[in-house]
């Protein structure tokens, strides 16, 4: 035989397969009593699942008993609960016309509020109080639309995040 040589045997064993540490066990039952307060849980379940929990001994033991719970435990694969367009308050009508304004339909609102300051201030005095008002509304309204920006930015995530599993 040849001295340089030695043998090496890889053993290949299935992450499922190995034991979990009491925190992992932990963990588990904070997602199966989140669970439970939530609803997703009966009371008879809830307490099955801890009996087996107390049980478990592999992360195989603990991945049966949250397959059917949304999670997101680090040392198995995470369960995501479907994602549900939520209706919307305003109708679909408010919708197709909101989506129908643009950048052109905010300058419009903030000439016509320059304007209307102006003509309230008396074009005198009070002309010094233009500046900040106009000031105001632009920054309403650009509060405005970085709002719905965010809000269909969530949705359209959200979405895509539904189509993608």
């Known amino acids: ?3 340089g ?17 009491q925190s992992d066990r932990d963990a588990v039952e904070r997602v199966l009593r989140d669970a439970y307060e939530l609803g997703r849980l009966d ?3 809830f307490e099955d699942r801890l009996e087996a929990l107390h049980e478990a001994r592999t992360y195989r033991d603990l991945a049966t008993l949250v397959a059917d719970v949304p999670h997101e435990l680090p040392f198995l694969e995470p369960v995501v609960a479907p994602h549900r367009d939520l209706p919307s308050v305003a109708g679909p009508e408010a ?25 309230l201030s008396g074009a ?18 650009a509060a405005i639309r970085l709002l719905s920006w965010a809000v269909r930015e969530v949705r359209d995530e959200g979405d895509h995040a539904a189509r993608s599993r």
Request: net charge positive.
């Open 43 to 45: 009371e008879g379940e």
């Open 95 to 119: 919708e197709s016309r909101l989506a129908r304004r643009g950048p052109g339909r905010v300058l419009r609102t903030v000439l016509i509020a320059y304007v209307v300051a102006l003509v």
């Open 124 to 141: 005198g005095a009070g002309v010094w109080m233009v500046g900040p008002l106009l000031v105001m509304v632009a920054l309403v309204v």
């Open 5 to 21: 040589w030695r043998a090496t045997l890889t053993t290949v064993i299935d992450p499922l397969s190995v034991r979990c540490s």
């Open 1 to 3: 035989m040849c001295s």
